[in-house]
Nanobody
Framework: VQLQASGGGLVQAGGSLRLSCAASGRTFSTYYMGWFRRAPGKAREFVAAISWSDGTSYYADSVKGRFTISRDNAKNKVYLQIDSLKPGDTAVYYC????????????????WGQGTLVTVSS
């Protein structure tokens, strides 16, 4: 199983980015895909998750209204659209997969991508 995250970069505050996560190696129809982030000096935190089967999405309160998670079943990709970026969004963003049920706990996720760095300048 491979999860490949991409799309990070250096962006000015107020800008937007779309992160992508390409999934391969198995059928993910019974999985939930999540995005987490780890900011410098901070613990990893849940950002958003989506059901691969029906597209139901979940968000951390801190990102509601600015982050949008989506998936493309045909391409086996999950996306995280980030709008109105703030310096506090600077972090390495990871995609991950958990079987069967939505979770905000990183320990529940069996598969992880390598992370993509988002840096927001003020």
């Amino acid at each position: 199983v491979q999860l490949q995250a991409s799309g990070g970069g250096l962006v000015q505050a107020g800008g937007s980015l779309r992160l992508s996560c390409a999934a391969s190696g198995r059928t993910f129809s019974t999985y939930y895909m999540g995005w987490f982030r780890r900011a410098p000096g901070k613990a990893r935190e849940f950002v958003a998750a989506i059901s691969w089967s029906d597209g139901t999405s979940y968000y951390a309160d801190s990102v509601k209204g600015r982050f949008t998670i989506s998936r493309d079943n045909a391409k086996n990709k999950v996306y995280l659209q980030i709008d109105s970026l703030k310096p506090g969004d600077t972090a390495v963003y990871y995609c991950a997969a958990v079987y069967g049920a939505y979770s905000e706990n990183a320990i529940d996720y069996a598969y992880w991508g390598q992370g993509t760095l988002v840096t927001v300048s003020s």
